[in-house]
């Protein structure tokens, strides 16, 4: 089976451009989350989606970050305009929360950002 | 909200010596637990999980880790190193009200020495 799949798989680009990392979960999933690991905060949870619904929002940094899941099998994370200090990886993750709650959270390999 | 702490960032130790990883969390019920490996340029990856069935729970790759109440400890273990297993491994609880939130550990960097 496929796994989280995530693109690009590495991204640089120039302060103030806009970035979008792009998320196709795990089929039959229903939750989805956005991660953000770096070095010095480790792992953080952005934001996570159930049934394509946000449902936790209070992990974004700023105005400048955005989340959206058209369907169930797709979602982006949108910075505009982006920071140096945005520099990170990216992870999202999917997991199939009506198989009870022992399920795990399914993770991608990552989009690695490098803003200049 | 839960916590969990993984004590010691980086861990060494010889090829073929045993591994020990460590990881407390807070919970006044017992909770879902996991543990997960990360490999350099990777997503992490499910080594196990505690569901409450068994206090002893066998993972991948030789892992294992026991769940002990009275300690609200989860630690990892693996009689015999590899040089393969050089990670960064992660500790996870979901929120005993809400099961898809998980809140990770630190993370421990394991270094195997030939």
């Known amino acids: 089976d496929a796994g989280v799949i995530q693109s690009p798989r590495h991204e640089v680009t120039e302060m103030g451009q806009e970035v979008t990392l792009r998320c196709k979960p795990i089929s039959g999933h229903n939750s989805l989350f956005w991660y953000r690991q770096t070095m010095m905060r480790g792992l953080e949870l952005l934001i996570y989606f159930n049934n394509n619904v946000p449902i936790d929002d209070s992990g974004m940094p700023e105005d400048r970050f955005s989340a959206k899941m058209p369907n169930a099998s797709f979602s982006t994370l949108k910075i505009q305009p982006s920071e140096p200090r945005d520099s990170a990886v990216y992870f999202c993750?999917?997991?199939?929360?009506?198989?009870?709650?022992?399920?795990?959270?399914?993770f991608g390999d990552g989009t690695r950002l490098s803003i200049l | 909200a839960q916590s969990v702490t993984q004590l010691g960032s980086h861990v060494s130790v010889s090829e073929g010596a045993l591994v020990l990883l460590r990881c407390n969390y807070s919970s006044s019920v017992p909770p879902y637990l996991f543990w997960y490996v990360q490999y350099p340029n990777q997503g992490l990856q499910l080594l196990l999980k505690y569901t409450s069935a068994a206090t002893l729970v066998k993972g991948i790759n030789g892992f294992e880790a026991e769940f002990k109440k009275s300690e609200t400890s989860f630690h990892l273990t693996k009689p015999s190193a590899h040089m393969s297993d050089a990670a960064e491994y992660f500790c996870?609880?979901?929120?005993?009200?809400?099961?898809?939130?998980?809140?990770f550990g630190s993370g421990t960097k394991l270094n195997v020495k030939p």
């Open positions: 996870a609880v979901s929120d005993q009200d809400n099961f898809n939130k998980f809140y």
């Open positions: 993750a999917s997991r199939q929360d009506r198989l009870g709650a022992s399920q795990p959270q399914h």
